[in-house]
């Protein structure tokens, strides 16, 4: 019997059930079906039965049950209300949903449909749905098959109690992929508690766009975060309904916010589903509301006097739910980065956290000359129009850089702005020169910075990465055109560096071209056939959403390989096995690819050969023990990444696959930790009879156990079960040069220094 549950945990646990138990019904029909194909008895006599019980349906279906429905659902809402605040909240997060950005109704209705083995009075008193309905249909085929075939014994039960209904931050519990990406623990910058502080200094930061308060206060502590802004605060008749009633806010009305960051109506309210405890106050002028909520259900609220001379303004605080995003840890780094985000694209507007201060006066110049390191080969072009705005130069790089934003909001995955941007400035370029230079020649080097207004942005996710909008096109190509060709009309010094830099990007390109395309021919003859240290998958990047998911895993030597193979899911899952250390890159030129077996081997496997437009994998990951020599292999593959295919890390496709370290077991239990706190907690568990195991290596770990490290995490499990992932990004492009020179360049006084002082160890006398 499943233990009985109210409130909020209630009505999400019965959805998730009866999304269950429908799938299970499914199932069951399936076999029904079969046994029904292969029944011997006559046709007709099956089919008599079927309209006695269809017209008993349909009488069923005639009668006026309207207002006992209504009146049945407002009861229970009402009760599950009263009680809601008692209830312990259910785990609801599934593995997170992908799903197009979509305006979501505030309320969500669902059918739940019973098998139909179970008794009517089960299903009508059974909220929860629970699991033995479906097992008496699976327990039955010969009953299955008869409501297959339509014979009048025991008709599903499809009333009242079987429609269960969602309120919007109830949906937002069950299905939070859809409303702020993936979950995660903070290891990686997109995960879902930065989307959760985000949304909450996205409120603030748009008071400031709008000419209101020009510092935010944040406090990061104990994973609660404190965030106070000095705007003119939220109504306070509305505060309850703008931070708990899904589609309300005054986003909606042009006139009150424009080109805010927040523009679906969810925004701080996924940050109140999401969290364990949540508070917000709002201060007008000598008056303050205050509500609070605990996992989405309001605990209590009030109005009444600020205390004299507090200023106007919003209060958050917020605490995530571990129940969903497990033990998590905010990354200082990440929160860092996204602080000077909001200080370069709101000058003038102070930001401070734990103390430290994030301003900027010159706005998205400051963030380019902090990027480029003062390497510019002509000074910082700025453009600002009324929703438009760029800055630009080039360096003595081949690659590119473009840093885009959309209404505040970083777009590192670029969009439809980024390719019109590069398209108008190849087109201003051309036309000034009257030229037909490659867009890779004119742009190669290329750094800027980009950042647009829009009243209606459209991302492809709800996380806001990449823009959608086309309508944009034609008007941004158009107004960028005619600034660079203008630009360029008034700096004839400028215009002389930058067709030198174009003509000498072509030449080098010509160079690599003829280099490297006769040795890809060479290349592609010795692995035409087959790579024998690849165990590819069945399908990849270019086999659309059947590959969408799909990775490849470079791990080190046969034994490691060995367990992953016998454990892997072949649809998506690939392997590269690497024969030890591979060759260090650092100083090579990319045609000294080709010229090694195994390097060249792995770049074909990854499809990259000739750009990473051909890549066949989502994630790269790196797998390699825990120890130093896995660490050193680490080094050398990322060596070969950074230097060849930087923009594979840029765009997020490398991680590093984080390895247990202990097993902890006793007779009954099997524990498997990722550092030595979680081994410590584990052992203190299980006691005198605690066994520790230290892994030297993946091929030391049971290929039937090595599933549970190469797949994501299921709802319920531990946080030892699943894969743990870090992502491989770049915090800041300057550095890449120095760190690749100091750890894999030649062997340098700095160096031995560094692991000198990073080696000795004090010893008490």
């Known amino acids: 019997m499943s233990e009985k549950k109210t409130g909020l945990s209630a009505r999400i646990a019965a959805m998730q059930a009866a999304e269950e138990a429908a799938a299970k019904k499914s199932s069951t029909e399936k076999k029904s079906t079969t046994a029904k194909t292969t029944a011997k008895a006559p046709a007709k006599t099956a089919a008599k039965p079927a309209a006695k019980p269809a017209a008993t349906k349909t009488a069923a279906a005639k009668a006026p049950a309207k207002a006992t429905a209504s009146k049945t659902a407002a009861a229970k809402t009402a009760a599950a209300k009263t009680t809601a605040v008692k209830a312990t909240a259910a785990k609801a997060s599934a593995a997170p949903v992908k799903a197009a950005a979509k305006k979501t109704p505030s309320k969500t209705t669902t059918a739940a449909k019973t098998t139909t083995a179970a008794p009517a009075k089960s299903a009508a008193t059974t909220k929860s749905a629970t699991a033995a309905p479906a097992k008496t249909a699976s327990a039955k085929p010969k009953a299955a098959a008869s409501k297959s075939s339509k014979a009048p014994a025991s008709p599903a039960v499809y009333d009242e109690d079987s429609i269960q209904h969602l309120e919007g931050l109830e949906h937002i519990r069950l299905r939070p992929g859809m409303y702020i990406g993936s979950l995660g623990d903070g290891a990686n910058e997109n995960d879902g508690i930065y989307i959760l502080l985000k949304e909450g200094i996205d409120n603030s930061v748009d008071e400031f766009s709008q000419g209101f308060g020009k510092k935010i206060d944040i406090e990061i502590k104990d994973g609660r975060v404190k965030i106070r802004d000095y705007g003119r605060g939220i109504p306070l008749g509305k505060l309850e309904d703008c931070v708990s009633n899904v589609n309300t806010g005054a986003k909606y009305n042009n006139n009150v916010f ?23 106050a709002s201060i007008r002028d000598g008056k303050m509301a205050v509500v609070e909520f605990a996992k989405g259900e309001k605990l209590s609220g009030k109005t009444g006097a600020a205390k004299p001379g507090v200023p106007n303004g919003t209060y958050l605080e917020f605490e ?109 370029v051309n036309s000034f020169f009257k030229k037909e230079y490659d867009e890779k020649d004119v742009c190669g080097g290329l750094i800027c910075a980009l950042k647009i207004g829009l009243d209606n942005p459209m991302f492809t996710s709800q996380t806001k990465n990449k823009l959608g909008n086309v309508e944009i096109r034609a008007p941004i190509i158009k107004e960028v055109q005619t600034a660079i060709d203008d630009w360029l009309r008034h700096n004839p010094d400028v215009a002389g560096a930058l067709e030198d830099k174009i003509i000498k990007n072509q030449k080098a390109r010509n160079e690599i071209n003829s280099v490297t395309e006769k040795q890809i021919r060479e290349a592609e003859k010795s692995v035409m056939l087959k790579i024998k240290k690849l165990k590819d998958c069945r399908y990849h990047l270019q086999d659309g959403e059947k590959g969408a998911n799909s990775m490849i895993f470079i791990t080190e030597g046969d034994s490691a390989t060995g367990s992953m193979v016998g454990s892997r899911d072949v649809s998506y899952q690939a392997i590269f096995s690497l024969r030890g250390k591979p060759e260090n890159m650092y100083g090579r030129k990319k045609s000294a690819l080709f010229e090694n077996e195994e390097l060249k081997n792995l770049t074909f496997s990854l499809g990259v050969q000739k750009d990473i437009e051909g890549l066949r994998y989502d994630k790269i990951i790196i797998a390699t023990d825990a120890d130093n020599d896995g660490f050193h292999i680490r080094n050398l593959v990322m060596t070969y990444l950074l230097l060849f295919f930087e923009e594979l890390v840029l765009t997020g496709h490398v991680y590093i696959l984080e390895t247990p370290l202990f097993r902890v077991r006793n007779k009954t239990k099997t524990v498997y930790c990722y550092s030595e706190e979680s081994r410590d907690k584990e052992v203190a568990k299980m006691g005198k009879s605690a066994e520790v195991t230290r892994f030297k290596g993946l091929g030391e770990i049971n290929p039937s156990e090595f599933g549970q490290f190469i797949f994501p995490r299921k709802e319920g499990e531990s946080e030892d079960k699943g894969m743990h992932l870090t992502q491989v990004t770049i915090q800041t492009l300057k550095n890449v040069p120095q760190v690749l020179k100091f750890y894999m360049g ?13 080696l000795a160890k004090e010893i008490d006398a």
């Open 258 to 280: 424009k080109q805010a960051i927040g523009m679906n109506g969810v925004g701080i309210k996924a940050t109140n589903a999401l969290s364990s405890y949540f508070r917000a």
């Open 746 to 758: 030649n062997n340098t006084p700095e160096r031995r220094e560094f692991i000198v002082h990073n």
């Open 320 to 428: 995530p739910d571990t129940e969903l995003f497990g033990k998590y840890n905010f990354n200082m780094e990440y929160v860092e980065k996204r602080l000077w985000n909001y200080a370069y694209l709101n000058p003038g507007l102070l930001l401070k956290c734990n103390g430290q201060e994030y301003i900027s006066q010159n706005g998205i110049q400051d963030l380019l000359e902090h990027e480029m390191d003062g390497k510019a080969l002509y000074k910082i072009f700025s453009y600002k129009g009324e929703n438009l705005e760029f800055v630009i130069t080039h360096t003595n790089s081949l690659d590119k850089f473009v840093y885009s934003f959309v209404n505040g909001q970083s777009t590192e995955d670029g969009g439809t702005h980024v390719t019109s941007f590069l398209d108008g400035v190849t087109k201003g």
